[in-house]
């Protein structure tokens, strides 16, 4: 397995709940709260957990506002967070070549 380093996966994204919001954001570019929870099939309290630790690591960013006296949380990445999942990705591919 040359070119590979298990220290290199980021544990940050690594769980796969994470690995999910990252996956979406990336595609979607931005998500509410309850849509996120609806397509990655968690509860409220779990996937707050996992926002706050990708927000800690600084890969996204929550923007809270209120719509008709409503909270409304919306997450989207930061430029941190895709070059991080980007080279998450390049190291998953070079376990996947060896």
Known sequence: MDG???EAIDEVIHGRVRL???AYLTGAGGADFNELKRRL???????????RKL???GYIALDK??????PLTRVRLTDEGRSAFRAYLGELGKLLEA
């Open 55 to 57: 927000e800690e690591a």
């Open 4 to 6: 590979f380093d298990i």
């Open 41 to 51: 099939q968690v509860t409220d309290g779990n996937l707050s957990v996992h926002l």
């Open 65 to 70: 506002t209120f719509v008709n006296r409503k």
């Open 20 to 22: 999910g919001v990252m």
